[in-house]
């Protein structure tokens, strides 16, 4: 028996709990770690937002099948993947047990070393069908468990009964969901850690730099930024290009000069990154979304690389209202994330010459509220 994530915001939760909570429902891109999962696996379930876990869903199948979408799988796709499921466990959002609960923060091996106001502990519980160490699921199993033989009341406070407040925008093709994030900072965000953090996002540069490069990309990157950068970039430097061969106007050629690194194949921009070490994670979105603005027809990939403790504050300004508006669709599902972590992961796979970009599409993550 296995252990894996399940993700519901708070809309998704009431949906499943109004539902027969016979199918879950998860998006193609869980498409491998699914075929993982087997009968008697149990999925724990997380609620966004107000960070509480509540409940546990036994899978009945030995494989997905694809179905229908559920009302709580928030997605445009027609058919999704889905398990048949029995719940071991299901609790009221009351009853349900906050994550920073001592029981629990105290506990979870990805959550004992950290402060409880900070964000670094989050990236296990941003996507559903994460696999949980088994010492992780069975505590999780354990007090959940308890809690529904014998609950003890966590009332919602303030703060999460704000955040269970739905914020959405209404654009002409559709209405969205937005974050709308409150002027603060966690302990994870003082201004001693920023000059190691200038330095660190130079070497990110780089290393997306070299492996554009071995991928067989021409690369851009900033005039500004370039004699730093090549102090860390010291192989296939030679893809580095000395002007951008677009045909766009003045101010929108402005603009993507500016991005921290562009990877081309002739004359198309095939991915574009912006490494994010500002504590406002907000520079590089404004310069996502002005160059949408001045090309809402442009395709191609946009990715924010930020450090791991910074994803939650990624998301978190990726959703904001004015980011929803753009004319081609919202930010959100158009840039994505990719942490620290992961890009050094994939730099060191082996025959990254063989590999084309859409690799990058095992590594990144969606904003999703």
Known sequence: MAYYTEIFTPETYQAFTQSDRTIDGFYERHKEVAKRIKAGDILVCYVTRISRWCGLLEILDNEPFRAIKPDFVETDDQHVLCFHVRPKVWLSLPDSIPIRDDKIWQHL???????????????????????????????????????????????????????LKKHTVNRVDKVVQVSVPENDESIDDNEGCQNSDVRESIKMQALLAQIGACMGHRIWLPKADRSRVLKEWNKDTEALLDRLPLNYDEATISTIEQIDVIWLKGRSIVRAFEVEHTTSVYSGLLRMADL???????????????????????????????????????????????????????????????????????YDEQAEL
Not at 131 to 146: C, I, P, R, V
Not at 341 to 349: D, F, M, R, T, Y
């Open 109 to 163: 091996s990805f959550t004992q070393s950290y402060p409880k106001n900070s964000s670094i502990w989050t990236g296990i519980l941003r996507n559903s069908l994460n696999k949980l160490n088994d010492k992780d699921g069975e505590l999780l199993a354990e007090m959940l468990s308890m809690q529904a033989n014998n609950p003890f009341p966590y009332p919602l406070d303030e703060k999460e009964l704000k955040n």
């Open 292 to 362: 949408l603005a001045l090309q809402p027809n442009m395709n191609i990939k946009l990715h924010i690389v930020a450090p791991d403790y910074r994803q939650e504050k990624v998301f978190q300004e990726i959703l904001r209202p004015v980011f929803s508006l753009l004319e081609k669709a919202p930010l959100s599902e158009i840039c994505s994330y990719i942490s620290y972590s992961k890009l050094k992961e994939l730099s060191k796979q082996k025959h990254l010459d063989r590999m084309n970009d859409g690799v990058l599409d095992d």
